[in-house]
C-alpha cells in the first residue's frame, strides 16, 4: 500500500488549502483515512479521519474550519482547510488503518508541508 499526498503550500492568515492523499496497493474495503499533522518540536497529532463508512472525526483545534471527505472509488481522502492561522502550520501527514481477514495494517504517507504565515 502506498499514499501520495498533494496540495500543500504557502498560504496567508485566513486562507484556504485543499490537501489530498491517494492509496494505492491493496486496500481493504473496511478502513479509515487520516490527516494527522507535526509541527517542529511537537507530537504527532491527529486532524481528521474518515472511516470507509462515512463517520468522521476531528481535532478539536480544527472543528468547523476543516472538512474532511473521501472519495471511496478512488481510495482518495481530502481536507479542506479554511480560516488558516500560523498555528496550522505542520507537516501534515495522510494515514490508512485497514482490516481485513482480522488484521489491523496501518500505512503512512509522505507527508506535505503546510505554512501559514502572519
Known amino acids: 500500500v502506498q499514499l501520495q499526498a498533494s496540495g500543500g503550500g504557502l498560504v496567508q492568515t485566513g486562507g484556504s488549502l485543499r490537501l489530498s492523499c491517494a492509496a494505492s496497493g491493496s486496500i481493504s474495503s473496511i478502513n479509515v483515512m487520516a490527516w494527522y499533522r507535526q509541527a517542529p518540536g511537537k507530537q504527532r497529532v491527529l486532524v481528521a479521519g474518515?472511516?470507509?463508512?462515512?463517520?468522521?472525526n476531528y481535532g478539536d483545534y480544527v472543528k468547523g474550519r476543516f472538512t474532511v471527505s473521501r472519495d471511496n472509488a478512488k481510495n482518495t481522502v481530502y481536507l479542506q482547510m479554511n480560516s488558516l492561522t500560523p498555528e496550522d502550520t505542520a507537516v501534515y501527514y495522510c494515514n490508512l488503518d485497514q482490516w481485513s481477514v482480522g488484521r489491523r495494517s496501518g500505512y503512512w504517507g509522505q507527508g506535505t508541508q503546510v505554512t501559514v504565515s502572519s
Open positions: 474518515i472511516s470507509s463508512g462515512g463517520t468522521t
